[in-house]
């Protein structure tokens, strides 16, 4: 990813639950905005709970811009017959900080391992079409460290500028947390870093 690709494409919040069936077996599919594995684990305990007399919980995630992370668990169905389908529309769709889960109820009638991937894959795209896909940008956090007699040049860099204050501490001695798109960091870093008395440091 270079510096320019400062975007990544996500799902604004827990889609709607969608349904696909084949021979009697239904496929529930689910999509989740994730931020961390815990945020993984917590989803999927919920739905082992409201699905718990379902066959399979079958799932696939990615996490991470710049270092990506992920997995895909096939849950007792045949090798990759599951979880890869499910991680394929991820990447089909290109989306990232994303949990994808199939629950499978059996129908009485095997699928075969064709029948299978093309019932997650269907089910895992339902679930993403069922999402409000949207675009955030990659931001770079920085904290900034000031006497209070250097707080007019400091907040004017702030207004012209138009930096996110994550959180500030304006006393005798100042501190800011400012997020910052990837691509303008670089320089919003130098005009602070050639500021007298400012300290800058990535967070």
């Keep these: 990813m270079s510096t320019l690709d400062d975007t990544y494409k996500t799902i604004m919040g827990p889609s709607q639950e969608s349904l696909f069936k084949d021979r009697n077996s239904k496929f529930y599919g689910y999509a989740f905005p994730i931020q961390t594995e815990a945020d993984i684990k917590k989803y999927l305990e919920s739905l082992r709970k409201k699905h718990h007399t379902a066959g399979h919980h079958c799932y696939a995630w990615q996490l991470g811009t710049d270092k990506i992370s992920h997995r895909a668990n096939d849950d007792g169905e045949p090798n990759n ?50 999402s409000e896909v949207i675009e955030k940008t990659i931001d770079v956090v920085y904290q900034l460290n000031f006497g209070y007699d250097r707080m007019n040049k400091v907040m004017r860099i702030i207004k012209e500028k138009s930096i996110t204050v994550l959180n500030q501490k304006l006393e005798l001695e100042c501190m800011l947390v400012i997020s910052i798109r990837k691509k303008e960091a670089e320089a919003i870093h130098d005009i602070f870093m050639n500021l007298f008395k400012v300290s800058i440091k990535k967070v």
Aim: glycine content about 16%; cysteine-free; aromatic content about 10%.
């Design 81 to 130: 017959s599951a979880g890869q389908p499910i991680y394929g529309q991820i990447q089909a769709f290109g989306l990232t900080n994303i949990l994808i889960v199939s629950v499978r109820y059996f129908g009485g009638t095997k699928l075969g391992v064709g029948g299978l991937i093309n019932a997650y894959r269907t089910s895992a795209r339902m679930a993403i079409e069922a």
